[in-house]
C-alpha cells in the first residue's frame, strides 16, 4: 500500500517532485483555501438570497424551509460520516465531499437554466418594449392610470410563472452540500491537528481560520459583481439596480464557485492518510515501503481498529462528556440568536438602510475580512506564545458573548427614516393606498412598484396610484409625467423649487431614498467589533475541544456537534427568523390569488423583533459559556502526546470535554452578525 500513506499523489502517480507538498504546510494552504471557496458559496448564497426570493416569488418562511436540506442532511449523515471517515483516508474524504459541494453549486444554478430570467425581468428591457407594440404591453407593465380602460389579468390569460420546482432544486443542492461541509469541518481539522505539534496547533489553526475568513469578502464581492449585472446580461435593463424590480445574475456566481471546488477537490485527494514525520520528504518518499509499513503501524496504534459494533459505546462517551455537551448546546444558542443576521443579513441592510443587493454585499465583504482575520490572527498568536491557562481562554468567551448582547440591543436604535409613502399610516403602520383621486385608474391589481417625487422626497406605491398618465421607457431610469394625484401642497412646494407645474412634475422609477450614512456607519463599526470579538475566542475553543476528549474521538465529537447544532439551531433558526420577518410585511406580492414575495415591510418591527430575539437566545448561550468555563478549567493543552499515552488527557473524556461548535466564520461564527 505504498500509494495510500505516505507519498502524495493520486493511484500509482506518485512523482517525487510532489512530495515537497507532502507536509503540514502544503495541507494548510490547500485546506485553507479550500475553505476559501466553501465560505464564499456560503456567503454568495445569502447576498444572492433576497434576488432568488423575488424571481422566483418566494417568502422568506420558505426561504428557510429551503436552507434546512443542509441540515437535514447534516442530521442524517454526520454521525455515520464522522465516524467512519475519521478511521480512513481523511484527505480523501474531505475530497469526496468537496466533489460534493461542487454539484451542489451546479444544481443551485440550474432554476436559471430551466426558467430563465422570468417575464418580469425581461419586459424592463429595451429589447423587449422594441419587440412588442405599446398597444400589447399589459398594465402591469406599464404602470399607468387608465382611467375607464379595462384590463385583463394574467391568470385569465393562462399566464403566471408559480412552480414549486426552483424552491425543491435549491433544497436538493442545500441538502447536496450538507454532506460536503459535514466531510469538510470533521475530518480536516483534526487531521491537521494530528499531523503536527500540539504547541503549533493554535497558530496553525488560526491561519486556517483566516484563510477561511477570506470567503465571506470575496463572497460577497463575487455577489456584487453578478447582482451588479443584469439577470439576463446580453439584454439591456431601462432600470437601474436601485430599483426594487431589479434582478442581477445570481446564477452566474454558482457556477464559477462550482468549477473552483472542483480543482480543490483534486489537489485535496493527492494527500496520504498520514503526512510523514521526517523532514526531509524527497528522501521519505524514496523509502515508501518501509514508510508506510511505520505509519500503517502507528495509525493503528493511535486510533485501534474501529468497527461499527463500538459505534453505540464511542456515541455513548461522548454524551456522558459533560463539557462537550455544555459547549455545543451553548454554540446551539449562538447559532440560533445569529440566524436572524446569518441568513438574512442582506435583506436586513436592504430594509434599514436603504442598501441594494448588490452594494450591501461589497460593503460587508472588506469588513469582515478585516475584523474577522485580525481576530483570528492576534488570537491565535497570543495563544501560541503565551499558552494562557484554559480558565482565561473560556473566561473570554463569556466576555465576548455579553459584548455581543450589548450589540444585539444596540441595534434596535439603527435605522434609517423612510421617506414619506402615500397611503401610510405611521399611528398604526398600516397602508391605504387606494383614495378618490385613484380609485378609477384600475390601480388595485398592481404589484408594488415605487416611484418618487424626488423634489418633495414623496414615494408613491406606483405611477398608477400617482395618477400618472404618460411614461417614458426609453430612458433609464423610467419616468412618468402628466400625475394627476400629486397633492395640492406638495406641488406647490415642487413648484417653488423647481417652477414646474402639477402636470409637468417628474417621477422616477424606485422608492425615495434619505440619507441616513451615520446610522450606517455606527452599524457596520459596531458589527466589526462584533467579528473581531467573535473570532478572537475561536481558537481556543477549537483547541480545548481537541484536548478535551480521546484523541479518536476527535473527528466523531465533531460530527455529534454538527448534528446538534443543525438539529436545534441551524434548521430552527432559518425558519423561526423567516417567520419573524414575513409577519412584519405590509405588502406582497400576488400573482394569481398567490402570495409571493414581500415587497415592503414595517421595519421599525421588524428591527425590534428580531434583536430582541436574538438578545435573548445569545444570553442562553452566554450561560452555557459560564459552564465550559467552570467544567474545563483544568484541561491540559499545550503538551506534546508522541508516547503511548499521547491520547489521555488530563481531564476523564468520560465526564469532561468540549467540541468546538463555537459558529464557523461564514455560516458557525458568532460574529457573523
Same mark, same amino acid.
Given at each position: 500500500?505504498?500509494?495510500?500513506?505516505?507519498?502524495?499523489?493520486?493511484?500509482?502517480?506518485?512523482?517525487?517532485?510532489?512530495?515537497?507538498?507532502?507536509?503540514?504546510?502544503?495541507?494548510?494552504?490547500?485546506?485553507?483555501?479550500?475553505?476559501?471557496?466553501?465560505?464564499?458559496?456560503?456567503?454568495?448564497?445569502?447576498?444572492?438570497?433576497?434576488?432568488?426570493?423575488?424571481?422566483?416569488?418566494?417568502?422568506?418562511?420558505?426561504?428557510?424551509?429551503?436552507?434546512?436540506?443542509?441540515?437535514?442532511? *447534516?442530521?442524517?449523515?454526520?454521525?455515520?460520516?464522522?465516524?467512519?471517515?475519521? *478511521?480512513?483516508?481523511?484527505?480523501?474524504?474531505?475530497? =469526496?465531499?468537496? /466533489?460534493?459541494?461542487?454539484?451542489?453549486?451546479?444544481?443551485?444554478?440550474?432554476?436559471?437554466?430551466?426558467?430563465?430570467?422570468?417575464?418580469?425581468?425581461?419586459?424592463?428591457?429595451?429589447?423587449?418594449?422594441? /419587440?412588442?407594440?405599446?398597444?400589447?404591453?399589459?398594465?402591469?407593465?406599464?404602470?399607468?392610470?387608465?382611467?375607464?380602460?379595462?384590463?385583463?389579468?394574467?391568470?385569465?390569460?393562462?399566464?403566471?410563472?408559480?412552480?414549486?420546482?426552483?424552491?425543491? &432544486?435549491?433544497?436538493? %443542492?442545500?441538502?447536496?452540500?450538507?454532506?460536503?461541509?459535514?466531510?469538510?469541518?470533521?475530518?480536516?481539522?483534526?487531521?491537521?491537528?494530528?499531523?503536527?505539534?500540539?504547541?503549533?496547533?493554535?497558530?496553525?489553526?488560526?491561519?486556517?481560520?483566516?484563510?477561511?475568513?477570506?470567503?465571506? /469578502?470575496?463572497?460577497?464581492?463575487?455577489?456584487?459583481?453578478?447582482?451588479?449585472?443584469?439577470?439576463?446580461?446580453?439584454?439591456?435593463?431601462?432600470?437601474?439596480?436601485?430599483?426594487?424590480? =431589479?434582478?442581477?445574475? =445570481?446564477?452566474?456566481?454558482?457556477?464559477?464557485?462550482?468549477?473552483?471546488?472542483?480543482?480543490? /477537490?483534486?489537489?485535496?485527494?493527492?494527500?496520504?492518510?498520514?503526512?510523514?514525520?521526517?523532514?526531509?520528504?524527497?528522501?521519505?518518499?524514496?523509502?515508501?515501503?518501509?514508510?508506510?509499513?511505520?505509519?500503517?503501524?502507528?495509525?493503528?496504534?493511535?486510533?485501534?481498529?474501529?468497527?461499527? !459494533?463500538?459505534?453505540?459505546?464511542?456515541?455513548?462517551?461522548?454524551?456522558?462528556?459533560?463539557?462537550?455537551?455544555?459547549?455545543?448546546?451553548?454554540?446551539?444558542?449562538?447559532?440560533?440568536?445569529?440566524?436572524?443576521?446569518?441568513?438574512?443579513?442582506?435583506?436586513?441592510?436592504?430594509?434599514?438602510?436603504?442598501? +441594494?443587493?448588490?452594494?450591501?454585499?461589497?460593503?460587508?465583504?472588506?469588513?469582515?475580512?478585516?475584523?474577522? +482575520?485580525?481576530?483570528?490572527?492576534? %488570537?491565535?498568536?497570543?495563544?501560541?506564545?503565551?499558552?494562557?491557562?484554559?480558565?482565561?481562554?473560556?473566561?473570554?468567551?463569556?466576555?465576548?458573548?455579553?459584548?455581543?448582547? #450589548?450589540?444585539?440591543?444596540?441595534?434596535?436604535?439603527?435605522?434609517?427614516?423612510?421617506?414619506?409613502?402615500?397611503?401610510?399610516?405611521?399611528?398604526?403602520?398600516?397602508?391605504?393606498?387606494?383614495?378618490?383621486?385613484?380609485?378609477?385608474?384600475?390601480?388595485?391589481?398592481?404589484?408594488?412598484?415605487?416611484?418618487?417625487?424626488?423634489?418633495?422626497?414623496?414615494?408613491?406605491?406606483?405611477?398608477?396610484?400617482?395618477?400618472? *398618465?404618460?411614461?417614458?421607457?426609453?430612458?433609464?431610469?423610467?419616468?412618468?409625467? !402628466?400625475?394627476?394625484?400629486?397633492?395640492?401642497?406638495?406641488?406647490? #412646494?415642487?413648484?417653488?423649487?423647481?417652477?414646474?407645474?402639477?402636470?409637468?412634475?417628474?417621477?422616477?422609477?424606485?422608492?425615495?431614498?434619505?440619507?441616513?450614512?451615520?446610522?450606517?456607519?455606527?452599524?457596520?463599526?459596531?458589527?466589526?467589533?462584533?467579528?473581531?470579538?467573535?473570532?478572537?475566542?475561536?481558537?481556543?475553543?477549537?483547541?480545548?475541544?481537541?484536548?478535551?476528549?480521546?484523541?479518536?474521538?476527535?473527528?466523531?465529537?465533531?460530527?455529534?456537534?454538527?448534528?446538534?447544532?443543525?438539529?436545534?439551531?441551524? #434548521?430552527?433558526?432559518?425558519?423561526?427568523?423567516?417567520?419573524?420577518?414575513?409577519?412584519?410585511?405590509?405588502?406582497?406580492?400576488?400573482?394569481?390569488?398567490?402570495?409571493?414575495?414581500?415587497?415592503?415591510?414595517?421595519?421599525?418591527? &421588524?428591527?425590534?423583533?428580531?434583536?430582541?430575539?436574538?438578545?435573548?437566545?445569545?444570553?442562553?448561550?452566554?450561560?452555557?459559556?459560564?459552564?465550559?468555563?467552570?467544567?474545563?478549567?483544568?484541561?491540559?493543552?499545550?503538551?506534546?502526546?508522541?508516547?503511548?499515552?499521547?491520547?489521555?488527557?488530563?481531564?476523564?473524556?468520560?465526564?469532561?470535554?468540549?467540541?468546538?461548535?463555537?459558529?464557523?466564520?461564514?455560516?458557525?461564527?458568532?460574529?457573523?452578525?
Amino acid at each position: 500500500m505504498k500509494e495510500d500513506v505516505g507519498m502524495c499523489g493520486l493511484g500509482p502517480w506518485r512523482p517525487l517532485w510532489l512530495q515537497r507538498f507532502n507536509s503540514t504546510k502544503g495541507f494548510l494552504v490547500v485546506y485553507g483555501l479550500l475553505g476559501t471557496i466553501q465560505a464564499m458559496s456560503y456567503i454568495y448564497f445569502i447576498a444572492t438570497l433576497t434576488t432568488l426570493e423575488k424571481r422566483f416569488k418566494i417568502d422568506s418562511r420558505t426561504t428557510g424551509l429551503m436552507m434546512s436540506g443542509n441540515e437535514i442532511s *447534516q442530521v442524517l449523515l454526520s454521525l455515520v460520516l464522522s465516524y467512519y471517515g475519521g *478511521q480512513r483516508n481523511r484527505p480523501l474524504w474531505i475530497a =469526496w465531499g468537496v /466533489a460534493f459541494s461542487a454539484a451542489s453549486c451546479f444544481i443551485l444554478a440550474m432554476p436559471h437554466f430551466l426558467y430563465g430570467p422570468g417575464e418580469a425581468a425581461l419586459a424592463l428591457t429595451k429589447e423587449y418594449t422594441h /419587440a412588442f407594440n405599446s398597444s400589447v404591453i399589459s398594465k402591469e407593465q406599464t404602470a399607468l392610470c387608465l382611467r375607464g380602460e379595462e384590463t385583463s389579468s394574467k391568470c385569465e390569460q393562462g399566464g403566471g410563472e408559480f412552480t414549486h420546482i426552483p424552491a425543491l &432544486l435549491v433544497f436538493l %443542492s442545500q441538502f447536496v452540500l450538507g454532506i460536503g461541509t459535514t466531510l469538510y469541518y470533521a475530518l480536516g481539522q483534526t487531521y491537521m491537528d494530528d499531523n503536527t505539534k500540539k504547541s503549533k496547533t493554535p497558530l496553525l489553526l488560526s491561519l486556517t481560520l483566516s484563510l477561511r475568513t477570506i470567503g465571506p /469578502a470575496i463572497g460577497f464581492i463575487v455577489g456584487y459583481g453578478c447582482l451588479r449585472l443584469y439577470i439576463a446580461p446580453t439584454l439591456t435593463p431601462m432600470i437601474t439596480n436601485k430599483d426594487p424590480r =431589479w434582478l442581477g445574475a =445570481w446564477w452566474l456566481g454558482w457556477l464559477i464557485l462550482g468549477t473552483a471546488m472542483l480543482l480543490f /477537490a483534486l489537489l485535496m485527494a493527492m494527500f496520504p492518510k498520514k503526512l510523514p514525520s521526517n523532514k526531509n520528504k524527497i528522501s521519505a518518499a524514496k523509502n515508501g515501503d518501509i514508510l508506510t509499513l511505520r505509519d500503517c503501524k502507528t495509525d493503528r496504534k493511535a486510533f485501534g481498529v474501529h468497527k461499527w !459494533n463500538k459505534f453505540p459505546s464511542a456515541l455513548s462517551r461522548l454524551l456522558k462528556n459533560k463539557l462537550l455537551m455544555a459547549n455545543i448546546l451553548s454554540g446551539v444558542f449562538y447559532i440560533l440568536g445569529g440566524s436572524a443576521y446569518i441568513t438574512y443579513i442582506t435583506k436586513y441592510l436592504e430594509i434599514q438602510f436603504h442598501q +441594494t443587493a448588490a452594494g450591501a454585499s461589497v460593503i460587508i465583504g472588506p469588513t469582515a475580512i478585516l475584523s474577522m +482575520t485580525s481576530g483570528f490572527l492576534i %488570537s491565535g498568536a497570543v495563544i501560541s506564545k503565551f499558552k494562557p491557562r484554559p480558565l482565561y481562554l473560556l473566561s473570554w468567551n463569556v466576555i465576548v458573548g455579553i459584548s455581543f448582547i #450589548i450589540g444585539e440591543i444596540s441595534f434596535i436604535f439603527l435605522s434609517c427614516e423612510d421617506s414619506n409613502m402615500v397611503g401610510f399610516r405611521r399611528g398604526d403602520q398600516g397602508l391605504n393606498v387606494i383614495d378618490e383621486c385613484n380609485r378609477d385608474c384600475g390601480c388595485g391589481s398592481l404589484n408594488f412598484n415605487p416611484v418618487c417625487l424626488e423634489s418633495a422626497e414623496l414615494t408613491f406605491y406606483t405611477a398608477c396610484h400617482a395618477g400618472c *398618465q404618460q411614461g417614458d421607457y426609453t430612458n433609464t431610469p423610467i419616468t412618468y409625467t !402628466n400625475c394627476s394625484c400629486i397633492p395640492e401642497d406638495i406641488a406647490a #412646494i415642487a413648484f417653488t423649487k423647481s417652477g414646474l407645474k402639477k402636470d409637468e412634475l417628474v417621477l422616477r422609477t424606485g422608492a425615495c431614498r434619505t440619507n441616513c450614512f451615520y446610522n450606517f456607519i455606527v452599524f457596520m463599526a459596531i458589527t466589526m467589533i462584533m467579528h473581531t470579538l467573535g473570532c478572537s475566542g475561536k481558537i481556543g475553543n477549537v483547541l480545548v475541544n481537541y484536548r478535551a476528549v480521546d484523541r479518536v474521538d476527535k473527528s466523531f465529537a465533531q460530527g455529534l456537534g454538527l448534528l446538534m447544532v443543525s438539529l436545534f439551531a441551524f #434548521i430552527p433558526g432559518p425558519i423561526l427568523f423567516g417567520a419573524m420577518i414575513d409577519s412584519t410585511c405590509l405588502v406582497w406580492d400576488e400573482t394569481c390569488g398567490r402570495r409571493g414575495n414581500c415587497w415592503l415591510y414595517n421595519k421599525d418591527n &421588524l428591527r425590534l423583533i428580531l434583536n430582541v430575539t436574538a438578545a435573548c437566545l445569545t444570553l442562553i448561550g452566554v450561560l452555557f459559556d459560564a459552564l465550559v468555563c467552570y467544567l474545563g478549567k483544568d484541561l491540559t493543552l499545550y503538551e506534546d502526546d508522541d508516547d503511548e499515552d499521547s491520547n489521555k488527557n488530563s481531564v476523564n473524556p468520560s465526564t469532561n470535554g468540549k467540541s468546538d461548535m463555537r459558529p464557523m466564520p461564514e455560516k458557525t461564527e458568532k460574529s457573523e452578525t
